[in-house]
Each structure stands twice: as C-alpha cells, then as structure tokens.
C-alpha cells in the first residue's frame, strides 16, 4: 500500500521551494493503472498554467525516482485544482466562505453524510456552513472525507480570470 502522507512529506518541500502550496496528493485508480495526482497551486492566483506543471512534475519525478515509495509502476498528473476545486485543508473553508459547497462525511451527522451547502468558515476545528433544509450546521474538520467547490455563477464571476475550462495537467508514466 502506498502511503502518501510519506509522499506529501518528500514533495512539498519541492513544491513550496518552486512557490507552490500543495492542495492534494492522491492515488486513484486499481494496481493495473494507478495515477498518483498532485494538485498545486500559485498562492497569488490559486491555479497553476501549463508551464508550472510541468516545472513541477519534472522536479516531483526526480524526487520520485531516488526515493522510488511506490512499488508499481504508476502515472504522474500534475494539476492545478481548478474552479469547482477540492477544499482539503483547513485554509480553504476560510478562504471560500461564502461559496457553496459539496461536503461528504465519514460518519453521519443529523443522519445525513452529505451536504449541498454554503461554507461560513472555520474556527477552532469546526467547519461552519448553512444548509438550505436544516439551517447551519456545525462540522468538525476531522469527520470530512470529502468537500468540493460546486459551480456556480459567483464562484465563476469571483475567480475571473481564472479558467473555467478546469485543471491544466501534464501526465506522464512513471
């Protein structure tokens, strides 16, 4: 099993010494096709353009290469989050507030384990948002498996000139 917290910890150096933030390192797909993702973006612009990923997938791949923590052979995507981006760490519920929200849990919370909703924020661990059936709602940090920025005509108009066509991404097998 890959563990990609061991990951982050090899790449992000590498990242932040580029001017990098790292939003998500993960691996998808099944052991005949794995891709390990890497979404970065620019702190001044949130996104990264054509050339930043390859700048940094080129770094990344020789940190990957001596350090060799994967056992299969796999697939580098370098890209940027995009607009309807992943919300992975405590930052982005602060820096999107106001912005409507695709949450899941790992657990259930008021018998729901998803939320279509409008992040308020986060203060003290809990994720603040407003539901539309249940009113606000209070979620720890640590319950979310998953969060994402949902498309919407103010995320678009707040993000302008970002793309809208999503993430630029260089791939490469590895």
Same mark, same amino acid.
């Given at each position: 099993?890959?563990?990609?917290?061991? #990951?982050?910890?090899?790449?992000?150096?590498?990242? =932040?010494?580029?001017?990098?933030?790292?939003?998500?390192?993960?691996?998808?797909g099944?052991?005949?096709? !794995?891709?390990?993702?890497?979404?970065?973006?620019? +702190?001044?612009t949130?996104?990264?353009? *054509?050339?930043?990923?390859?700048?940094?997938?080129? %770094?990344?791949?020789e #940190?990957?290469?001596?350090?060799? +923590?994967?056992?299969?052979?796999?697939r580098?995507e370098?890209?940027?989050?995009?607009?309807?981006? !992943?919300?992975?760490? !405590?930052?982005d519920? =602060?820096d999107?507030?106001?912005?409507?929200? %695709?949450?899941? @849990?790992?657990?259930?919370?008021?018998?729901?384990?998803?939320?279509?909703? %409008? *992040?308020?924020? *986060?203060?003290?661990?809990?994720?603040?948002?407003?539901?539309?059936?249940?009113?606000e709602?209070?979620i +720890?940090?640590?319950?979310?498996?998953?969060?994402? *920025? @949902? @498309?919407?005509?103010?995320?678009?108009?707040?993000?302008? !000139? @970002?793309?809208?066509?999503?993430?630029? =991404? #260089?791939?490469?097998?590895?």
């Amino acid at each position: 099993m890959t563990d990609i917290a061991a #990951i982050a910890k090899l790449i992000e150096p590498e990242a =932040k010494a580029l001017g990098f933030d790292l939003v998500r390192v993960a691996m998808f797909g099944g052991r005949s096709d !794995p891709t390990l993702q890497i979404m970065a973006e620019r +702190p001044d612009t949130r996104q990264l353009d *054509l050339s930043d990923c390859e700048t940094l997938s080129r %770094r990344v791949s020789e #940190i990957l290469d001596e350090a060799d +923590p994967i056992e299969e052979a796999y697939r580098l995507e370098v890209s940027s989050p995009g607009i309807d981006r !992943p919300l992975t760490r !405590p930052q982005d519920y =602060k820096d999107w507030a106001g912005f409507d929200a %695709r949450i899941r @849990l790992a657990e259930p919370l008021n018998g729901r384990k998803q939320f279509d909703c %409008r *992040l308020n924020g *986060l203060e003290d661990g809990i994720v603040t948002v407003y539901d539309d059936r249940v009113g606000e709602i209070a979620i +720890p940090f640590g319950q979310i498996a998953s969060a994402k *920025l @949902l @498309l919407t005509d103010a995320l678009i108009k707040a993000t302008a !000139p @970002l793309s809208i066509e999503g993430a630029d =991404k #260089i791939s490469q097998e590895g």
